[in-house]
């Protein structure tokens, strides 16, 4: 039986440039693809693979269809449009492998599993594939449901959900074929999609360059053959390239579909490895300056993304990695020149987790300057001020608390400021100081973007200022009236002003250090 095919049937969720959401099929979405503004599924994990999935798609129709392709074409295909007779050619050579339910090529899924004697007579909930949905020992966050009892689901809702979770799960236990499985490609990764104007310039945008002649060919998961249970068991498998990552069955699912045409149960499994490659980085993907090393760009608890900005934009070097979508964007920006993009917008979106357990997902969208993407000096300079941001709250969390500790018997003592610290980590603090300064942070990019770097750095030190304070004040009025607050702050007072004289002087005072020193 043949059902459900994604090219033809209305699965993917587009916003119009209306601003009406339709659904629309594989063929359909290619064909209208300069009407569509974006792609419009809420959830962060999904929408980041279906822009997957539509680039691998592009990217095998016109390795098959177009020869000698480059950054030229890409370059046509942004201002004119898709090659719409490879993409259709494609899809009809591969319809076969398109259709959600088929006995032996459902996408993205495992036949074998119907059969295998480790799968055959077992069945897990639908939401064992949501991400967002409560399953196993996992924490309730979004519903409540019971594995026993599973509400139905459509089969749009169910693909999209199974591209998501795919290239977003976490490693861990699996138990069905080997104990343990290897994480998505996406693990733990704020992925970064640059947008255009429509989807078929962010598709240009985004889209890897041809396979290098000579290589192995980057095969996504529907080009290859179906995968059987023996390399379910098997070691885990380098990837061949970008298309093989945005399509790789990172775990074995099958779908049960029920009289209604909804599901309710999978057959679950191990699924085909993804191999560890530090030479080979997912194109979406941004590695920052950790403590020690590198670390992927992720979702952290309590701390705002802004503050890493500076990793996207910096070159390739010690300091970090940007994603190569964005360099990929960077070369069509500098071939249109002074007709490009003043701004290039970008999503980044994903999901953190801890082992096994889902801890949060976002989804946000920046105005990048694009000469701040081009030109290291400008990345290079914002990253300085983002480092002053950073400098200034650390000296300022020091006197913070030593404030705290003075309202407490035993100031000195390490316990009491260990109090102090928890007390401070537990409030405001810390968010109020970095909200306040963000509110500046577009002025700060559309400086930079102007090459108006004296006034980007006044303006940004007194956000600095600004926030400092607000949070100084704050954090006084949570600690209350009582004369021993008044009597502690007055101990420290002069720490605080002396770090904003330090690091964000105020211009005046930058004069006068000048008259004197003269």
């Given amino acids: 039986m043949k059902d459900f095919s994604l090219i033809d049937s ?10 009406q959401v339709r659904h629309l099929g594989l063929l359909d979405t290619f064909e209208h693809a300069g009407d569509i503004e974006a792609l419009a599924d809420t959830s962060p994990t999904d929408v980041v693979a279906q822009y997957r999935l539509l680039l691998a798609i592009l990217h095998r129709a016109v390795t098959l269809q177009v020869p000698g392709w480059g950054l030229s074409t890409r370059l046509d295909w942004y201002e004119g449009g898709l090659p719409l007779g490879a993409i259709r050619q494609y899809l009809t050579d591969f319809r076969d492998r398109f259709w959600l339910l088929h006995p032996e090529t459902p996408f993205m899924q495992v036949a074998a599993l119907a059969t295998a004697e480790e799968t055959r007579d077992k069945r897990k909930a639908w939401t064992q594939i949501a991400l967002s949905a409560a399953n196993g020992n996992t924490p309730l966050v979004f519903d409540h449901a019971l594995d026993s009892q599973p509400t139905a689901v459509g089969f749009a809702e169910a693909v999209r959900m199974l591209l998501g979770f795919l290239q977003f799960t976490p490693g861990g236990l699996v138990k069905t074929f080997r104990d343990a499985d290897k994480a998505g490609p996406l693990v733990n990764t704020a992925a970064t999609v640059a947008l255009g104007n429509n989807l078929a310039q962010t598709l240009c945008l985004n889209l890897h360059p041809p396979t290098r002649q000579q290589a192995e060919p980057d095969l996504p998961a529907w080009e290859r053959p179906v995968l059987t249970i023996a390399q ?28 209604e045409a909804q599901v309710r149960w999978i057959h679950f499994g191990a699924g085909y490895a993804l191999g560890d490659d530090e030479n080979d980085l997912d194109p979406m993907t941004t590695y920052r300056q950790g403590s020690a090393n590198l670390v992927k760009l992720t979702f952290s608890d309590a701390r705002a993304l802004w503050r890493d900005l500076p990793a996207l934009a ?39 987790s801890d082992q096994a357990k889902l801890l949060r997902w976002r989804m946000e969208r920046y105005m990048l300057p694009s000469a701040l993407l081009q030109r290291p000096e400008l990345a290079t300079f914002f990253k300085a001020q983002v480092e002053t941001a950073e400098t200034v709250f650390k000296a300022l969390t020091s006197v913070a608390v ?42 700060l990019l559309a400086a930079i973007g102007q090459h108006q770097i004296k006034q980007a750095e006044t303006l940004w030190q007194a956000a600095i200022r600004d926030a400092s304070i607000t949070a100084w004040r704050l954090l006084q009025q949570s600690l209350g009236q009582a004369a021993n607050i008044y009597i502690a702050e007055a101990k ?19 004069a006068l250090n000048k008259e004197v020193s003269a």
């Fill in 402 to 443: 030593k404030f705290v500790s003075h309202t407490m018997p035993d100031p000195d003592s390490t316990e009491t400021r260990k109090r102090a610290r928890a007390y401070l980590d537990s409030g405001i603090w810390g968010s109020t100081y970095f909200a306040h300064t963000e509110r500046a942070l577009s002025d």
């Fill in 492 to 510: 420290v007072q002069r720490l605080f002003w002396s770090v904003l004289r330090e690091h964000v002087p105020r211009p005046e005072s930058q």
């Fill in 314 to 352: 910096m070159p390739a070097g010690a300091s970090g990695k940007p994603p190569a979508v964005l360099s990929y964007a960077i070369q069509i920006g500098l071939e249109l020149g002074d007709g490009g993009p003043i701004y290039q917008p970008v999503l980044i979106a994903g999901l953190a």
């Fill in 232 to 259: 379910l068991k098997g070691p885990p498998v380098l990837a061949t390239g970008p298309n093989d990552r945005y399509t790789r069955q990172s775990r074995a699912v099958l779908l049960i579909p029920d009289p």
């Fill in 10 to 19: 209305p699965w993917l969720p587009v916003r119009m440039k209306g601003g």
